[in-house]
């Protein structure tokens, strides 16, 4: 008997095929995608978060790949066959484009960032093609279930037939599982920041939502926010009548960090003692208010419910106190630098001299976190309207480009104008690029990009090459407030031709016994060192120097260095899981005064107010996200995850996570709950005060 005769040895892979279960061939498609969805969404969780806490995210991936299974099922096999290629790929692509966006941003990408696809690949085409190469074994796994669909058609043999009720099935199923996702969710935990919360929120915490939903359910929920926005709610919690008022800690932390500042200061000007010391004149008012803007009088009268909630919140708020350091800077000039990627690893007393200095004199900040891990126009915004900013907003149409539409005449650019003071603004890169060349406009500022200033080339441009092409422009004038936005620190920190700052200061950092990731940061500080120097010897040499502060602040942590990268920069220990990456060093310094160190816990919307209140401008505080950080308001440092920092405690909402700062203090029942509801409600009325352009209904 031969192969021929023989039943045993005839057609192995048409026996194998006819073997697969019915049940397994009619319903091929639906566990297709529900097997697919669920492994995309697990071998994400593991390359991005290091940990295999996924149950949630896998919950809520099988009604997506039942319903993707339904849709399959309305055709025939041949047609069926083309949809399950055609639907996973760009399921299978959305996953890939995130892990290289994370691997290069440390963060996720919101949906409507692909409006921004032609700048960002045209502006950063080297660093993506690094990053892919890098991702891609991980790129490849998420692959792999559309490489093997081959093989269920030899070994499965799907039954794809348009049948009603089996279609019918698929539906029910859908929705059965959808029900069982939500019902587990309440498990979740009852916090602020639990799975459950974050499901139904109204707005959309992108990266929390990715680790505890998974990214099926966050794209589905961005592109929800980018199409319809949110459900018209302010946001505000009903449930905290003072609203900004933080439980009583029984501690009082000041700029000393020590007592309260008397409550003086504001009027007609600093006086200058004779031993460098400056000196602010008596005070004209208690609080930095506006006395003619009566929020419960607006109201009263507003019809629009929304509105009206937002003008009683803000009526509810307590206004900060004028303080000693009120009017401290009256009449002086101004330079506002907000320093891409800038971090307390780029202050070296050896290799950056100038950077130590004014990092180490004036005021002393010794508690400033940066608010964002990437993302340079949120922290632009943040800095410069003291406003947080909305982050269900697709970053192409981002809270800066959003405020371009409206009246923004409470930011420092616009009060120097009203003082009759010529106000720029300079970024060493593409003036387009995040809209700057609208958005910056629009707060008052003659706003010049690299193709103005003219001389930049390479990428990064050179903060050093700015400064010198742009000092001329105003250091002649009787009073100034000038802005920079600077990109020399900017990733990839790499040696080689993808950093042209990295090469160019190389030898400059190999003494240092670090990797080559922590050598090509400092190296790109250093441009940063030598802009500072060039600046400040100019002033000095024209006189304007001790007439003139410098405040720099950053936009984001340098997210290029990895973790481990970055407690090698920064030689620490990472404390409270990972979140102090956050901490960073905020420069507020004069020539002529004494150093004064500040303990209290501050973030980017506290420099605004601050630098309103030291500059002597009326202004009401409670317009602002943040507060004057040298009043005797409590400090309070917000992430943009809405983690956060209070005198005792570091709260992280990954984890739900509070670390005491000291260990025998005893935490106050309802003091973590005030203080989450206090960090909603303040990007809440942040938002709601740039989606009601309320600055315009303010006569």
């Avoid at 460098?276 to 506006?290: C, Q």
């Amino acid at each position: 008997m031969d192969r021929y005769t023989n039943p045993s040895r005839r057609a192995p892979a048409a026996r194998r095929r006819s073997a697969a279960p019915p049940l397994l061939r009619a319903f091929f498609s639906p566990l297709y995608f529900i097997v697919t969805f669920s492994y995309l969404e697990a071998v994400f969780h593991i390359a991005e978060f290091k940990n295999i806490s996924f149950l949630y995210p896998l919950l809520l991936a099988i009604p997506v790949g039942a319903l993707f299974g339904f849709i399959c099922d309305l055709f025939d096999e041949r047609v069926a066959m083309i949809l399950r290629y055609a639907l996973s790929l760009p399921v299978m692509l959305i996953f890939s484009v995130q892990v290289v966006y994370f691997h290069s941003f440390r963060s996720f990408m919101s949906f409507g960032q692909i409006g921004m696809g032609d700048d960002v690949f045209k502006n950063f085409f080297g660093t993506i093609m690094l990053a892919v190469w890098e991702c891609l074994p991980i790129i490849i796994l998420l692959f792999l279930p559309v490489a093997l669909l081959p093989l269920g058609k030899i070994y499965v043999r799907p039954k794809n037939k348009r049948n009603l009720r089996r279609s019918a099935t698929l539906v029910v199923l859908a929705a059965a599982c959808q029900l069982i996702a939500l019902f587990a969710l309440m498990f979740s935990g009852s916090g602020e920041h639990s799975a459950n919360k974050i499901y139904h929120a109204n707005d959309l915490i992108l990266d929390l939502s990715v680790e505890k939903l998974g990214l099926l359910t966050t794209t589905r929920h961005d592109v929800g926010f980018l199409l319809f926005g949110g459900d018209g709610d302010t946001g505000l919690d009903p449930e905290i009548p003072e609203i900004v008022a933080p439980p009583d800690d029984g501690d009082d932390t000041t700029a000393e960090g020590t007592t309260p500042p008397a409550e003086t200061g504001g009027g007609t000007g600093p006086e200058d003692t004779g031993t460098g010391t400056v000196e602010p004149p008596a005070p004209t008012s208690v609080y930095n208010k506006i006395d003619s803007l009566d929020f419960a009088s607006l109201a009263a009268n507003e019809k629009d419910e929304n509105v009206k909630r937002v003008f009683e919140y803000l009526a509810a708020l307590e206004p900060t106190k004028k303080n000693k350091y009120t009017g401290m800077f009256k009449d002086y000039n101004l330079i506002l630098i907000c320093a891409e990627s800038f971090s307390p690893a780029a202050v070296d007393e050896t290799l950056t001299p100038t950077l130590y200095k004014l990092s180490h004199s004036g005021f002393i900040f010794e508690n400033y976190w940066t608010t964002f891990p990437s993302n340079t126009t949120n922290g632009e915004y943040a800095l410069l309207t003291g406003l947080l900013p909305d982050l269900t907003k697709p970053k192409n149409d981002g809270s800066f480009i959003a405020s371009s539409k409206n009246t923004m005449d409470r930011n420092i650019g616009a009060f120097f104008n009203a003082l009759g003071i010529k106000t720029r603004a300079y970024h060493d890169h593409t003036a387009s690029y995040y809209s700057r060349n609208i958005t910056h406009p629009n707060l008052g500022y003659e706003f010049h990009g690299k193709e103005d200033i003219g001389g930049l080339s390479g990428w990064p441009e050179s903060d050093l090459i700015m400064m010198q092409r742009t000092l001329p422009d105003y250091i002649g004038e009787e009073r100034f407030h000038t802005y920079y936005m600077t990109v020399s620190m900017h990733h990839n920190y790499k040696f080689g031709g993808l950093n042209s700052i990295a090469d160019k200061n190389r030898d400059l950092v190999t003494s240092i016994n670090k990797s080559d990731p922590c050598r090509a940061y400092m190296a790109c500080a250093i441009e940063l060192d030598r802009a500072l120097e060039y600046l400040i010897s100019e002033l000095e040499e024209a006189g304007k120097l001790d007439r003139t502060v410098i405040c720099l602040s950053t936009d984001h942590y340098p997210y290029g260095l990895t973790d481990s990268e970055y407690r090698e920069a920064n030689d620490s220990k990472m404390m409270y899981d990972a979140l102090d990456r956050y901490m960073s060093t905020l420069i507020l310094w004069n020539s002529a005064m004494e150093p004064v160190t500040v303990t209290k816990p501050c973030c980017p919307v506290d420099v605004l107010p601050t630098l309103l209140n030291l500059f002597g401008f009326e202004f009401d505080s409670r317009l602002y996200s943040g507060s004057d950080i040298l009043s005797d308001a409590p400090g309070l440092a917000m992430i943009s995850n809405q983690s956060f920092v209070t005198d005792k405690i570091v709260y992280n909402s990954r984890y739900e996570k509070v670390y005491k700062l000291d260990s025998s203090w005893e935490m106050p029942d309802g003091y973590l709950d005030a203080y989450i509801k206090i960090v909603k409600n303040r990007f809440a009325i942040a938002s709601n005060i740039l989606n009601y352009d309320l600055y315009a209904k303010l006569k």
